[in-house]
């Protein structure tokens, strides 16, 4: 099975803190991708990768940035942590373009900013 | 894209099969069906996905109405670790670029 592993569960941080959240994927996914899900808003994509070096904005990329110096590990960088960046985040991975819709998810990282 | 119309919640007794309806008249016709659930603070986990014919894996089964404008996902034999939220998507496969909308989704409790 795919495994797309998230390296903290749960993430205590202060304002103004640079924040990193690291993804894994075990089964030499092209593509890779980083939501925030919050109550009433559903999944919203912030930033997506199809090849190493290569990325992507997505639809509130604003306050992050993203970083794919290997294939398997995507990251994402809050720059300077504000409350409003309080979120569950979630890092997906899916084989290739053509199966974007068909997306393996890690087991998400709450981040709290205070 | 599509919209989909799912009930806001079910029940199920454990060991008996969970029948999930999903709604998508507005359909067209090279729109796949894409099921996912989400299990309580975890990330969304794919079930299964179809075009027109039925499809069946270890996970469900997914039961497309001829006209296609609805669908059934079926988990056989439901158990406690089904309890979730369960999300039915319609969408042109390779077309998102991840920028899936998942709706409200059915929430399912698996009773004992």
């Known amino acids: 099975d795919v495994k797309v592993t998230q390296s903290s569960r749960y993430l205590v941080k202060r304002t103004g803190e640079k924040v990193f959240l690291e993804c894994v994927q075990d089964?030499?996914?092209?593509?890779m991708f980083w939501y925030r899900q919050d109550p009433g808003l559903g999944l919203r994509l912030i930033y997506f990768s199809y090849d190493v070096k290569m990325k992507e904005k997505g639809d509130i990329p604003e306050g992050y940035s993203v970083s794919r110096e290997k294939k398997e590990r995507f990251s994402l960088i809050l720059e300077s942590a504000s409350t409003n960046q309080t979120s569950m985040y979630l890092c997906?991975?899916?084989?290739?373009?053509?199966?974007?819709?068909?997306?393996?998810f890690g087991s998400g990282t709450q981040l709290s900013v205070l | 894209d599509a919209k989909t119309t799912q009930p806001p919640s079910m029940d199920c007794a454990e060991g008996r099969a969970a029948n999930l309806p999903c709604n998508h008249s507005?359909?067209?016709?090279?729109?796949?069906v894409y099921w996912y659930r989400q299990i309580h603070s975890q990330g969304p986990q794919y079930i299964i996905h179809g075009l027109k014919n039925n499809e069946t894996n270890e996970m469900a089964s997914l039961i497309i109405t001829e006209d296609r404008k609805s669908s059934t996902l079926i988990l056989p034999h439901a158990t406690l670790r089904d309890t979730a939220v369960y999300y039915c998507i319609v969408r042109v496969s390779g077309t998102s670029y991840g920028k899936l909308t998942f709706g409200q989704g059915t929430i399912l409790t698996v009773h004992p």
């Open positions: 997906a991975s899916s084989q290739d373009p053509s199966t974007n819709e068909k997306l393996f």
């Open positions: 089964m030499d996914h092209e593509n």
């Open positions: 507005t359909i067209s016709g090279n729109e796949y």
